[in-house]
C-alpha cells in the first residue's frame, strides 16, 4: 500500500496564477481531509468529504479556494488566483472504516 | 465543544532520559484521542491512539500514553529518548457525535540533546 498520495511536492508559483494541488487517498478510505499548515496558525481543517460530498467546507478561507471529489479515489484543491498568504503546506488526509486519519506527506507551495 | 491543549510548546531532553510531553483535552463526550509526529519537512505520522479501552496505549517507537479522565488529560511519554524522537508532536481529539473531526493542539517541538 503506497499511503496517500499528494503532488505536487513542491510548488512555486506567481501571485494570481491558479494553483491545483492532488490527492489521491488510501483505497477504501471513504472520508478526506483537507488541512493547512503555517507556522502562525498552525493545522486548519479546510474541508472534508464524506464519500466524495463534501461535508463541512466552512474554513474554506474564501471564494478563491475550491475543493472536488469527483470519485472516491482522487481529489483536487484549487486557488485561483493565488496570493502570497496562501503560502503554506496542504496536507491531505484518509479515513477508513475507524476514526484515524491517514496523512499525505503534503504540498508545499510558495506564492511568490 | 472539542479542544486539545499541549502545555509545553518546546520540550528539550537529554539522549537517553525520558520524555514526557503533555496533553489536556475537553470534550463533552467519550473522546477518541491520538499522538501524531511530524518530522521536519514530512506528514503526521500516527504514534498511538486512544478509543475507550486499555487507558495505557502502547505506541510506535517506544512510545506511550495514559488516559486520565479525572484528569481530562492524555500526556505522551517515553523511557529514553533517541535522537530519532527529535520532531513536532500534535495530540489530537476527535469524537463521533463531530463527524470524527480531528482538533489539533498547536504542537509540541521535542529537542533531543546529544
Known amino acids: 500500500d503506497a499511503g496517500v498520495i499528494q503532488s505536487p511536492r513542491h510548488e512555486v508559483t506567481e501571485m494570481g496564477q491558479e494553483v491545483t494541488l492532488r490527492c489521491k487517498p488510501i483505497s477504501g478510505h471513504n472520508s478526506l481531509f483537507w488541512y493547512r499548515q503555517t507556522m502562525m496558525r498552525g493545522l486548519e481543517l479546510l474541508i472534508y468529504f464524506n464519500n466524495n460530498v463534501p461535508i463541512d467546507d466552512s474554513g474554506m478561507p474564501e471564494d478563491r479556494f475550491s475543493a472536488k471529489m469527483p470519485n472516491a479515489s482522487f481529489s483536487t484543491l484549487k486557488i485561483q488566483p493565488s496570493e502570497p498568504r496562501d503560502s503554506a503546506v496542504y496536507f491531505c488526509?484518509?479515513?477508513?472504516?475507524?476514526?484515524?486519519?491517514?496523512f499525505g506527506p503534503g504540498t508545499r507551495l510558495t506564492v511568490l | 465543544a472539542q479542544s486539545v491543549t499541549q502545555l509545553d510548546s518546546h520540550v528539550s531532553v537529554s539522549e537517553g532520559t525520558p520524555v514526557l510531553l503533555r496533553c489536556n483535552y475537553s470534550?463533552?463526550?467519550?473522546?477518541?484521542l491520538f499522538w501524531y509526529v511530524q518530522h521536519p519537512n514530512k506528514g503526521l505520522q500516527l504514534l498511538l491512539k486512544?478509543?475507550?479501552?486499555?487507558?495505557l496505549v502502547k505506541g510506535i517507537n517506544g512510545f506511550e500514553a495514559e488516559f486520565k479522565k479525572s484528569e481530562t488529560s492524555f500526556h505522551l511519554t517515553k523511557p529514553s529518548a533517541h535522537m530519532s524522537d527529535a520532531a513536532e508532536y500534535f495530540c489530537v481529539v476527535s469524537d463521533l457525535r463531530t463527524g470524527n473531526q480531528f482538533y489539533f493542539g498547536t504542537g509540541t517541538s521535542l529537542t533531543v540533546i546529544p
Open positions: 488526509a484518509g479515513q477508513g472504516g475507524t476514526d484515524t486519519q491517514y
Open positions: 470534550s463533552s463526550y467519550s473522546p477518541s
Open positions: 486512544y478509543t475507550s479501552a486499555a487507558t
